[in-house]
């Protein structure tokens, strides 16, 4: 994934003991994948951009479990839109308005057609444990690095 492509990155799970039930399986995969989603954020705001919020669409919006580990991973609030399953209807829909005249900018046309359905506000206490997991997530993958190319080699 952007912005630390790896074609040969494969899945890992780190410090799983017998005590993990399928449950913690699920949940790191979440959590890993809004490690990336920070991941990304780094990088944007390395560029000089600043992201506010988190707006968030497709099948995984449907999950308050997994919209919260990701506000709570990112320190970003997120938001669900009511029109999260359609998203590129709607884009082409904002862009044509645009296009046509409709609206005077792709903001205005935004504003007109995207409502929030819910919010997810990040949690202070959880943050804390998963900046603490994030750095360990980012240790890993620069060190794995190396064996993922071996194994690409095999």
């Known amino acids: ?21 399928k449950a913690h399986f699920v949940r790191s995969i979440m959590e890993s ?12 705001d390395a560029m000089g951009l600043e992201v506010k919020q988190i707006r968030t669409m497709g099948g995984g919006s449907k999950s308050d479990i997994w919209n919260q580990i990701k506000a709570d991973i990112t320190g970003k609030t997120l938001h669900v839109t009511y029109s999260s399953q359609d998203t590129a209807c ?17 903001e205005a046309a935004v504003d007109s057609m995207v409502r929030i359905k819910k919010t997810f506000v990040p949690d202070p206490a959880n943050r ?8 360990k997530f980012k240790l890993l993958f620069r060190s794995l690095a190396e064996l993922f190319e071996q194994d690409a080699q095999l």
């Open 33 to 44: 994948l809004g490690y990336l989603i920070c991941r990304n954020l780094e990088a944007i």
């Open 1 to 21: 994934m952007a912005p630390d492509v790896n074609l040969n990155a494969k899945g890992v799970f780190y410090g799983a003991t017998l005590q993990h039930s």
């Open 90 to 106: 709607l884009g082409a829909a904002i862009l044509a308005g645009k296009a046509a005249g409709v609206f005077e900018s792709i």
């Open 128 to 135: 804390a444990v998963y900046d603490r997991q994030y750095k």
